[in-house]
């Protein structure tokens, strides 16, 4: 059984992720989100968003 989380990330809807140790992405994350007001405004608001009905990890594993 899955634990239910609290809160979850989506990447470009509530928030940027970046593979863990990648220190290149993770500047590269900065600058976009430092540079671009538009993307900042849209994370924020979908950041505002309830976590989908289920909230556990499943819920969040998306297909790329």
């Known amino acids: 059984v899955a634990q ?3 809160e979850a990330v989506r ?3 509530s928030g940027l992720l970046v593979p863990h ?3 290149e992405a993770l500047e ?4 976009r989100f430092l540079g671009d007001e538009t993307l ?3 994370l924020r608001a979908g950041a505002e968003q309830p976590v989908p009905a289920g909230g556990g ?6 297909s790329r």
């Open 4 to 6: 239910r989380l609290r």
């Open 11 to 13: 990447h470009d809807v």
């Open 21 to 23: 140790g990648d220190r």
């Open 28 to 31: 590269a994350a900065i600058d």
């Open 40 to 42: 900042r405004r849209r």
């Open 57 to 62: 990890i499943a819920d969040m594993i998306v």
